[in-house]
């Protein structure tokens, strides 16, 4: 067997490629998954963190708000980041991750300097671009035929170790102390070894790369595919901006106690778990298209039925709305990355790019109307947005129809 198999990889190297882009590899989208979730679990870290940055440099609370974007900027070079990938083998991008993240994380509290602490979280955050462009790209490759799948896997993993990086900071605080913490950073060394080690045989590079000369980037197929993806994000924004950013805030406001307020945020993250997993599997058998349409009116309903609700029942809602948020994420990004099987690292990058633009402009968009009005306002302007992303849906149908003289 090893015979003809190596005959094969002589004769034709994109051949056996192919063949093996129809299997689901659960050790290669495993190990991207647990990068994945241990690199967020130290980006979860700086939300709890920054009161304590700001109590110890004396910054202001603009100031010190203000350094989520030095973490944040570095996002915007992940079509770089991305298009490098597909032409050049870069998993050590993807290995390395947690322990840079994790060491640049919790070297924070200690470094004598504000100049430093920025430039700390500029690596971090560059780090961050790193994976965030290629690690899916990577899953996507070893998916196989279950791309909505992997997706899902990588999906949840970062949204485990977001959740616990908070709880485990505050612990990891309380029982270390500030200059103590950077013992944290050794979890991302173990990681970083043992995902080395299980991607050695991995490959970032683009299907063709290794045998092909690159093409020139075709630009006019990239936009006109990635136009009503654009458009989509647009209509999400307020909606993600909201649920995770203002969401407690927003709970107060409809006379919910600070529990509660907090609770609500878990909940949506316990039921954006299934949801991702539940709907990444089945667009592997159903249209994709159709189920983020699905999605898209069942999480409009939802969000206009919750500000109808009361009690438990408002509970059960908030579930549903948690549910359907997250599980649009993975089938998006499967559908993105599978109309460009030669550049899904840059497609990758571009697409999260796109989603730091939207979320970037989104946050300060939902504050004002906030401010103006109240969070129960853009709570419902961000409603009816959802449904203008039908429209792109339906943009998206008309492109892979002409693409595929369908």
Known sequence: MKTVKSEIINENPSTIEEAEADEFSTRHVGSVALAHGVHDLYAGFLPPFLPILIEKYGFSNLIGGSLTLFYSMPSLLQPIFGSLADQHNLRVFVSLAPLVTGLMMTLLGVVPSSIILIGLLIVAGTSSAALHAIGPALNSKHAGKKLGRGMSFWVNAGSFGYALGSLIFVSAYDLLGLERLPLMAVLGAVVSVLVWNWLRDADTRAQGARTEKAKPRDWSKIIRVMAPVAFIIATRALMISILSTYFPAFLLELGANTFLSGAGLTLIFIAGVVGSFVAGSLSDRFSRLGILAIATISQTACMLIFLQTKGWLQILVLILIGFFEVAAVPVFMAHVQEGFREERAFINGLFLSLNFVGSALAVPLVGRLADMYSY???????????????????????????KTGV
């Open 376 to 402: 129960k306002m853009a709570f419902l302007v961000s409603s009816w947005m959802l449904p203008l992303g039908l429209l792109g849906l339906v943009w998206m149908r008309f492109v892979s129809d002409k």
